[in-house]
């Protein structure tokens, strides 16, 4: 009966020990998906498209601006054409001249908008980053799991869980809470 209890209390030992282990590693897993959530690569793809689609809206309006200084300018020509008065023919020039600028500026508009393309891909290359990061974060969630004394079901099951979600197109903050509750962490 003695043999049972010494072998019931380091039993009860190594479980506080594991347990300590356990909320180590959660801390530090939690802190981690806190740093890199998935919701920072989809608030990235949210800014992309908002701003593809704005960029789209405002070359619309640009295009349509570009269109009347077009029936401006085929306006004011087919007017002097008709020979006004001179003070007539000046008021018609300058009109035909800012005209000009205005186009001249609506393509430099155009030109800028350049930018647009540039942070796209800038911002793609970040998720790629994050998504790298989060794969490899998960695959060394996957060793330690592997290496821990966890039984060999729990192992098993713990790291077909981290290999779905490297395999997985996103990684969402959900399934991360739930294996980590599954693990009891």
Do not use: W
Not at 58 to 84: R, Y
Request: hydrophobic share 40%; glycine share 2%.
């Amino acid at each position: 009966m003695e043999d049972l209890k010494t072998v019931i209390k380091s039993i009860l030992e190594e479980v506080k020990i594991l347990e300590e282990k356990i909320e180590e590693t959660a801390k530090v897993a939690t802190h981690t998906t806190k740093v890199i959530t998935p919701t920072a690569t989809e608030s990235l793809r949210e800014v992309i498209k908002f701003s593809e689609e704005s960029a789209n809206n405002i070359i619309q309006q640009i295009d349509k601006v570009e269109e009347n200084c077009k029936v401006i300018d085929k306006t004011v020509d087919e007017l002097l054409n008709l020979n006004p008065v001179s003070t007539i023919k000046e008021k018609l020039s300058l009109i035909k001249e800012k005209n000009k600028d205005n186009m001249n500026i609506l393509i430099k508009v155009y030109e800028l908008f350049s930018f647009q393309d540039l942070m796209a891909q800038q911002i793609k290359e970040v998720i790629n980053i994050l998504e790298e990061t989060k794969k490899n974060l998960l695959k060394f969630a996957a060793t330690s799991i592997e290496m821990s004394s966890l039984s060999e079901e729990d192992k098993k099951k713990a790291v077909g869980k981290v290999h779905e979600f490297i395999t997985g197109d996103r990684i969402n903050q959900q399934d991360v809470d739930k294996l980590l509750e599954e693990l009891g962490l």
